[in-house]
């Protein structure tokens, strides 16, 4: 090995050097990536497991760099959060989403929910409410079809504010759900505090159904838990049927995933 030591580090440093330059890059062009119509939506169904009927899609979204192609959201959500961007392009994804769910409503489809990914950030920010409202009085979407999909750490940031902006969320007629659930540091306690309409069960916990008792276990106890507290649950990242046959058994409400559908733009959904 001490031979290609040498040719070893060219590699790895020039990987390295890619690597910061790409980072470099995303920082970069994430500055006029909004203006210049760059971002794009794909929504994925969450499915009744009882019926199969389709009762929310989940807005995911891409960018559609001019130099990398698309972009997955796990490479510059977290550099916009830091940036404080998330602002505006949650705002961005937010009208999109809302306005989308309406046109399928005026298509006639039997209506279903649109669920939206909020970061921390956005809902710190003192307009966020306001923003919801406004966005729902723009699209003419009813309040009742807009989910928001929060994670787990909004639950560990004591924080009375925050409380509070869930609150007037739901009275305005917003759902709210806890996303990732069971990754984060949770403490049962949390769940107290606020009463959220649906927990959703992370990927990994599903992933390891199928092979892992332990798997079966979480899953089957975060089922029983949120029923306990009136809430309902979905399970994400359901690739195969053994997964499915065990969270009907167990009683989960809903799922999400490649078994039912990747994540697409919304002309390739075919709607019933
Ligand atoms: P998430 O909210 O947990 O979304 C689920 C992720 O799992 C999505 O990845 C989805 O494409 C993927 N997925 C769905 N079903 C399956 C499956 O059966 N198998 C596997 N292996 N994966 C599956 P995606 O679209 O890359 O999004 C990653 C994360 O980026 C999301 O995780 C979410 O936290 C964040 N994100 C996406 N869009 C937004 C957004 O508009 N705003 C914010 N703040 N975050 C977003
Ligand atoms: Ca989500
Ligand atoms: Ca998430
Ligand atoms: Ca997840």
């Given at each position: ?16 050097d ?7 890059s ?24 009882k ?93 009742k079809?807009l989910?928001l ?12 504010i ?10 305005i ?33 599903i ?7 332990n798997?079966k ?10 029923h ?14 053994i ?24 002309e ?5």
């Amino acid at each position: 090995t001490k031979k290609y030591g040498k040719n070893n580090y060219t590699v790895y440093s020039r990987e390295l050097d890619t690597n910061t330059a790409y980072k470099l890059s995303i920082e970069r062009d994430l500055k006029t990536a909004i203006h210049q119509e760059q971002f794009t939506l794909h929504y994925q169904p969450i499915k009744s497991i009882k019926t199969g009927e389709l009762s929310a899609m989940e807005a995911l979204i891409r960018w559609n760099h001019p130099v990398h192609g698309l972009i997955p959201p796990d490479h510059f959500i977290p550099v916009s959060e830091e940036s404080g961007q998330i602002v505006s392009i949650g705002k961005w994804v937010l009208r999109e989403s809302c306005k989308q769910n309406k046109l399928w409503q005026d298509l006639g489809h039997r209506p279903f929910k649109i669920a939206v990914n909020i970061s921390t950030i956005q809902l710190k920010h003192q307009n966020f409410v306001f923003i919801v409202k406004e966005i729902l009085n723009e699209t003419g979407l009813d309040p009742k079809w807009l989910e928001l999909e929060v994670t787990e750490s909004i639950l560990m940031e004591d924080n009375e504010i925050l409380k509070g902006v869930l609150i007037e969320l739901k009275d305005i007629g917003v759902s709210i759900s806890i996303d990732d659930f069971g990754t984060g540091y949770t403490s049962l306690s949390y769940l107290r505090q606020f009463s959220f309409d649906r927990v959703k069960i992370d990927r990994s916990f599903i992933k390891d159904i199928s092979h892992d008792l332990n798997g079966k276990a979480i899953t089957s106890t975060i089922i029983s838990l949120a029923h306990k507290l009136k809430m309902g649950v979905i399970a994400e990242g359901i690739e195969d049927e053994i997964q499915l046959a065990f969270l009907k058994e167990e009683d989960c409400d809903e799922g999400q995933g490649y078994y039912f559908s990747r994540p697409l733009p919304a002309e390739m959904h075919k709607i019933p």
